[in-house]
């Protein structure tokens, strides 16, 4: 057979293994981060991070990581507990039903905001969204999975 | 005192620190190698094909100036020190090289323009990849927050129907297709960068109405759906599509914005009824499309069976079937495909419509294999950006993007092999042409910003859905 024709073929199929050698590099990094991510796994269904805050309790900057139901007030018992004056004890629920969060007011004394706008019973809340209970401002984020 | 400090409410950043991206350092180094070696073996071919035996690459000076833009590109980024993604700039960097190839060793008449014929088809090619690297460059680097992007919702949907108004009216027609606008010597396809104004659109409105849709209220036999008036930008969208068949005649950027809008809607609800009735709906225009309009009926009949009209309607589909068939699993080679038919190029529209047909005949299985796992790699990093995103208008942003890359390769390289009708759209960053290009650039760079988590937390939503929570629970009541 002709050296060169050889030669040429030899750099046809080297070409053709480099394109599968990038793709063993990229599916590497790509194991690496799955693996990465599969180490911290998620449990929450979303957070509450609290953007804003008057009180020391919760001070601006937490993060709640939350269970199906999270309720909101200044009661002690409760999933978060906002120590401000101007919270009820039991001040308001945010809840996960099937596919979305909802935020419902418990009949609070000064009102639950959803993005500025007082909550009137049952309010549908989308991530990113923001809610205000008293004086403290939280927004809704989405786990990263 | 600084300013910054001197302007409270003022976001600051903190001094840019280089960041060193060695997994995209490692990964660029691996598609230089692999384009330097198919310079090598495209160079060789054409020697043996003029009876001389050479090794020397092809046309090196292109690929030296197109690696340059490429790890300026990633030099940028190192400087920028931003968390951003290491994997997307490579891959379409080896889809871009890849075109490059092919550009280079096609008839360099077929550009076609003003610039075309001094510059040849490689030059143009190559002038705008190292402008879709830039602007992928700058994008990633530059944007740090989506509020533009999520605020104006309505205004980018308004110029995304003007620049569609704006085709219908001024559009030239292509291959019985109103689909290029020209301004004295430039000419752009506006569809292109339609469609990633359309994804911006559809994730501030599907994140705005999210809770809404997902909640159930009328039930139409086993279907749930939403509170009707939620329905209505379906009809909406579907209407456009249809439109643009009607008015634009272009079929492949119907289908992909239909195909776009359905799986966001899917993404942002997690509900099968919807995609249901979208399918229901776009099988129901497809019919009617089919009866009523010629320019639909012609694509299907040659989908249904090219070799009723082999040297006519059928001719580009046959010619791409045998292109497919003599590649075979390992190919021909770069530059071993493709001889000229009588002193004509057997698939005309071959730098724009069937790279892959060429592709396929050069590389074979094996090489379309990869291409098309290349292509895979840009869609998990998007759904990947889209999971870790915060809210629901970053995750469907990623989300929309990363499909409208993966869902226009499906289309034009199921098209290509005779999978589905064929239409006339770009094969992202290989296929010959500006405005695919900087469009496709453009949804790179910005999922390369949206990848870095936690630059500037996004802005207080604005508007409050008072009304529609009222409707809302009148229904759930």
Known sequence: MDPTIATIWVVRVLFLALLYVFLFGVARVLLRDLRSAAREPVTALGRLRVVASEVDEPSSGTVFPLDAVATLGRDVNNTIVVDDPFASTEHAVLSFRGRAWYLEDLGSTNGTFLNGSPVDGLAAVAFGDELQVGRVRFRLERVGG | MSVATALPGRLTFGPIRPRSRRRELGLLVLVAVALVVGSVSLGATRALAEGSASFAPWDPARLVVYLAALGMAHVAQVLAGRRTDQVLLPAVGLLGGLGLLLMERLPQDLAGSAFGDSLGLAGVQLVWLVIAITVIAVLSIVVRSDTWLRRYKYTWATAGIGLLLLTFVLGEEANGALLTIRLGPFSGQPTELLKVILVVFLAGYLSEFRPLLISESTRLGPLRLPPLPYLLPMIVM??????????????????????????????????????????????????????????????????????????????????????????????????????????????????????????????????????????????????????????????????????????QAFIIAAGNLKLIPLTGITLPFISYGGSSLLANAVVVGLLLALSDRGVEPPPPPSRSRGRFDRLLRRSTS
Do not use: C
């Not at chain 2, 634009?248 to 009824?273: E, H, I, K, P």
């Open chain 2, 238 to 407: 579907w209407a456009l599509a249809f439109g643009i068949v009607v008015i634009q005649r272009d079929l492949g950027a119907a289908l992909l914005f239909f195909a776009v809008f359905l799986a966001l809607v899917y993404v942002a609800t997690s509900r099968v009824s919807y995609v249901v009735i979208g399918l229901i709906l776009l099988v129901l225009g497809g019919i009617a499309a089919y009866h009523l309009f010629d320019h639909v009926r012609v694509r299907v009949d040659i989908w249904l069976d090219p070799f009723a009209d082999p040297s006519g309607d059928g001719y580009q589909v046959v010619q791409a079937l045998i292109a497919f068939a003599r590649g075979g699993l390992l190919g021909t080679g770069l530059g071993g495909g493709l001889p000229l038919v009588g002193g004509r190029l057997p698939i005309p529209a071959i730098h724009t419509d069937f790279p892959l047909a060429a592709l396929g005949e050069e590389l074979g299985l094996i090489g379309i294999m990869a291409i098309l796992g290349v292509y895979l790699v840009i869609i998990e990093r998007g759904l990947r950006i889209a999971a870790a995103a915060a809210d629901d208008f970053r995750a469907l942003l990623a989300a929309g993007l990363a499909l409208v890359v993966g869902v």
